[in-house]
């Protein structure tokens, strides 16, 4: 029975085979569609939108012309992913997105065989792509590798590494450059389609084969002189001198809007013979929505929203966010203090350095995304005598710690780390917690970590780092907002290595490393009402332990439990370590580790996964009490 004339086209495409079987002429229609659908989703459940509206098309284009999923279609970062994951069989749950047992807001193996490639992290895509088309080349398995990669991930250097290595992988690759704010070159209209056609057509790169064989017959000098004149035309018209250098076939720029062009190019691409090819696309984040289009951010990111008129859920008046804390704190710092240089890996508006920049431009450094250099730069200008604040998120810093270890750690340099984002946060799920640093930055001699346990703290330990000159030091601090607690006009630097008795008590102690200080309280409450008298710590450092802290509550309570918001190897460790070289666990001491669990946690509400991670208030309850061998009763069993 055929569909009703005003059936959605969307309603009768479920997968990509369905797709497949559409007019080209349909596929406007089914555009627009799958548009207004991804509009209405992130309405609904808030996340990123600008760059998923920005590759509708594309993402049109793609399924109707590969055989997804036996061709590999592997997204970079992922966060424009959400058209791809309508078409793929997920639309019943897409309002699910970023909420807890929904939908990831990136692609994620374990969900659909479509998503072939997990990711969240920038400028992985082409590495990934290089190895499922090896494999298929050395297993004679049949596929592709299609990987898009935006503009932006390309200014990381391990996009280069991949396509350095990319030659013998053949037209098995095939890389699309999503250039989402014409940063190479925009698109000419008519002409511009029709050279990049031309040259992607199998005729032509027959052709342009033929001519490069005829070449290598001549005398050095002719194979020589043709060789340059073709890459001197091609660069001149295309722009694709870089990329041919590396071993690629450019083609484009195209309009990546524009399914008369994507359409054919894409199917030449498909079907020549010469590879990798690199397609050049370009495309505006936030098509065909005006609020996103008009938006100075392109509504990268946004909380639920009216989709008539744009405006996104307001959260109710509250503390300033963390990372706001870190920006005004040390822009008020640079004002001075002429040697404080800021550098972020792309994300200035992320870790409140757009404050700095706006006060201090001169002395603002936003290196793309390209963590790496963002360390060993800093190092550079430490050396040099300069302040340099490093702004990375936790989860990113991981891709340069080599450069820390190495180009700080090693020469003692004081480069100062500003770790946003540190512990769970919350709908971006486990590829961006902050779960490690304290473990990888506390193992390395020089380095000293604090971790702020409000925005009071975060502010003299920002001051702290300011004045610190004899080697690197790190301050970790969560997402979100603060506790509440008054800012200190005149920051203090704190004593190194020092931490403090926030309640005194004599039965229990809590240690607590970060923003767990508010629920160890909660926990000294409940405990105290039960007659147990509890000593809470904000130890502010892990490295270096206050040891003489730590070894006077160790001794003089009966337990003694470590809170921290990171995986196993960090506070709880190193106190445990302490306290068997000095052998304070012999008198019968009971110590206990919270920390969180051996496994990456699923997205959900901030509370919800520490609840779930064991870290809140009635978890700190419940191990002391497992630890005192209390029985129902509220009675401590006899041993």
Request: one cysteine or more.
């Amino acid at each position: 029975m055929a569909d009703a004339p005003d059936t959605p086209l969307l309603d009768t495409v479920e997968t990509p085979d369905a797709l497949r079987t559409l007019k080209p002429d349909q596929l406007r229609q089914l555009a627009d569609e799958l548009r207004q659908e991804t509009i209405s989703a992130v309405g609904h459940t808030g996340g990123h939108l600008g760059s998923g509206l920005g590759v509708v098309e594309l993402t049109v284009a793609i399924h109707y012309v590969f055989d997804t999923p036996r061709d590999r279609l592997i997204w970079d970062v992922g966060h424009q992913c959400y058209p791809h994951k309508i078409l793929t069989g997920r639309r019943d749950r897409i309002r699910t997105l970023r909420q807890g047992g929904g939908l990831s807001g990136f692609t994620r193996r374990s969900e659909s065989e479509y998503d072939p490639f997990g990711a969240a992290h920038s400028s992985t895509s082409i590495s990934a792509a290089l190895g499922f088309a090896t494999a298929n080349k050395l297993s004679g398995a049949p596929g592709k590798a299609i990987a898009v990669i935006g503009d932006g991930a390309m200014s990381a250097g391990m996009a280069y590494e991949a396509m350095n290595n990319a030659e013998a992988a053949g037209n098995r690759l095939i890389v699309i450059l999503n250039d989402n704010d014409m940063s190479i070159a925009p698109p000419v209209g008519g002409l511009s389609a029709y050279l990049s056609r031309m040259v992607s057509s199998r005729e032509f790169l027959s052709v342009r084969e033929l001519a490069k064989r005829l070449a290598r017959r001549l005398p050095r000098p002719f194979h020589t002189s043709l060789r340059k004149t073709d890459e001197y035309a091609r660069g001149m018209t295309m722009g694709g001198t870089l990329f041919e250098e590396l071993g690629f076939y450019y083609v484009g720029p195209i309009d990546g809007h524009n399914l008369d062009h994507l359409i054919p190019v894409l199917e030449n691409v498909r079907d020549a013979a010469e590879g990798p090819i690199l397609v050049h696309v370009v495309t505006k984040k936030g098509k065909g929505y005006a609020p996103a289009e008009k938006a100075a951010d392109k509504y990268h990111g946004v909380q639920k929203f009216d989709v008539i008129t744009g405006t996104q859920a307001k959260a109710p008046p509250g503390p300033p966010a963390y990372q706001n804390v870190f920006g005004q704190v040390l822009s008020a710092a640079a004002d001075k203090d002429q040697r404080i240089c800021a550098i972020t890996a792309a994300m200035p508006s992320g870790t409140g350095l757009d404050l700095f920049a706006n006060a201090h431009p001169e002395r603002f450094f936003d290196v793309g995304i390209a963590e790496q250099h963002a360390v060993t730069f800093a190092a550079g200008l430490a050396a040099q005598g300069m302040r340099p604040f490093c702004a990375i998120y936790s989860t990113f810093l991981q891709r340069a710690y080599d450069q820390v270890v190495h180009d700080v750690a090693i020469q003692n340099l004081p480069v100062r780390f500003a770790i946003d984002r540190a512990g769970l946060v919350g709908a971006d799920g486990a590829t961006h917690a902050g779960s490690f640093d304290v473990t990888y930055l506390a193992t390395l001699p020089n380095m000293v970590v604090m971790a702020a346990a409000d925005e009071a703290e975060l502010a003299h330990m920002v001051q702290t780092c300011v004045e610190h000159d004899s080697g690197p030091i790190a301050v970790r601090y969560p997402r979100g907002n603060g506790t509440g607690v008054a800012i200190p006009a005149e920051p203090k630097a704190l004593e190194i290595g020092k931490g403090r008795i926030v309640r005194e008590g004599k039965k229990v102690t809590i240690l607590s490393l970060g923003t767990r200080l508010g629920e160890a309280l909660k926990a000294a409450d409940a405990l105290d009402a039960k007659g147990l008298s509890t000593t809470v710590a904000d130890l502010r450092f892990a490295k270096p332990l206050d040891e003489a802290l730590i070894r006077r509550l160790l001794t003089s309570h009966e337990v003694a439990v470590t809170i921290e918001e990171g995986a196993i190897g960090g506070l709880g460790a190193h106190v445990l370590t302490l306290a068997s070289d000095e052998g304070l666990t012999d008198a019968g001491l009971r110590i206990r580790t919270m920390r969180l669990p051996d496994l990456f946690q699923d997205q959900d509400k901030p509370d919800v996964q520490y609840a779930e991670a064991g870290l809140d208030a009635d978890a700190i309850v419940r191990t002391v009490l497992t630890a005192l061998r209390y029985n129902e009763a509220g009675a401590i069993a006899r041993a």
